[in-house]
């Protein structure tokens, strides 16, 4: 970004809006508008670090120093539809997608990817991705911490869910429900009796899960929240072991306020103590088929 232009940046009808820089006062070029539109570029780049990419680093320094070039790339996300989290060099230009965004993935369009034939296994889907961010996340202050690492497993994930699948299925039956809930009950009342009578592995000839499992469907949970930069696979333990990155951590701040992740986290199936979460006992144990191995170390 120059310091003076005496002619105007836009056009010689009308003249570019003054903006003050870190050099002082200036006006915004066709150049500053380019290289806003390149950091928002690179925000798009989920798996893209900061400390990899010099042109990145530097686009993020000029955000960080320069209000006027900070307003002007914060515009450009706006305009393409883009919700701007954080940037920072932890996270990088962190973006996400509005529902009328052009960017924005929709069920639909994760169902087709994920090969979720029917709306039971999109259920789910939703409800693996839920749990997945609980586990990852299960205290408001893991949340609010920049250096917290959550780490899951996929059969944490799912031994972490059949256990929710029991205290709702406790709770309904203290309640006298013994038939799905109507319309407008809380998602999880529901959704617990659709998980709870799906098998957790399958079964193959070659002992393979089934892509239809609860566990291949939480597989393909991670696998997808992988692909978008949001959790890094640390070794194939327990189904599949990985870490949460920076932009996970504040796409799940953006959704903290969900209702049903709300609900799924206050059941009390987690507990947290020396900043590493892992599964409560039931009250009888014998009761419970954990998966072996589970300790722990969209847009409609």
């Known amino acids: 970004m120059t310091d003076q232009h005496p002619e105007p940046a836009f056009g010689d009808d009308a003249p570019a809006p003054a903006a003050t820089g870190t050099g002082g006062e200036g006006r915004i070029t066709p150049a500053d508008a380019a290289d806003a539109a390149r950091l928002v570029a690179f925000g798009l780049q989920p798996k893209l670090l900061p400390a990899r990419d010099a042109e990145y680093a530097e686009l993020l320094r000029r955000h960080r120093e320069d209000p006027a070039f900070a307003r002007l790339a914060d515009a450009v996300a706006a305009g393409l539809g883009l919700i701007v989290l954080e ?9 996400t997608a509005a529902e009328d965004s052009v960017f924005a993935v929709r069920m639909g369009d994760y169902a087709r990817r994920a090969a979720a034939p ?4 999109r259920f789910l889907h939703g409800l693996a991705h839920l749990a997945v961010a609980a586990l990852a996340f299960p205290r408001p202050e893991d949340l609010a911490d920049d250096g917290y690492i959550g780490r899951i497993t996929v059969n944490g994930v799912d031994a972490f869910v059949r256990q929710a699948c029991r205290r ?5 039956e203290e309640t006298g429900e013994n038939t799905d809930p109507e319309t407008g009950a809380p998602g999880l009342e529901a959704a617990w009796r659709i998980y709870a009578r799906r098998s957790s592995t399958g079964a193959t ?3 393979r899960r089934l892509a239809g499992s609860t566990t291949g469907i939480v597989a393909k949970a991670v696998a997808f929240l992988t692909e978008s930069g949001f959790l890094q696979r640390t070794g194939d333990d327990a189904g599949g072991a990985y870490r949460t990155t920076a932009r996970y951590q504040l796409q799940v701040r953006d959704m903290a306020g ?3 992740l709300t609900e799924l986290i206050e059941l009390g199936v987690v507990a947290v103590t020396d900043g590493g979460a892992t599964l409560l006992p039931p009250p009888d144990a014998d009761d419970l088929e954990l998966v072996a191995d589970a300790g722990l170390p969209f847009h409609s």
């Open 118 to 121: 029917d709306s039971a296994d």
């Open 258 to 260: 969900s209702a049903a």
């Open 168 to 172: 709702l299925e406790e709770r309904a």
């Open 87 to 95: 940037v920072s060099p932890r996270a990088g230009m962190a973006v």
């Open 205 to 207: 000839k070659d002992a």
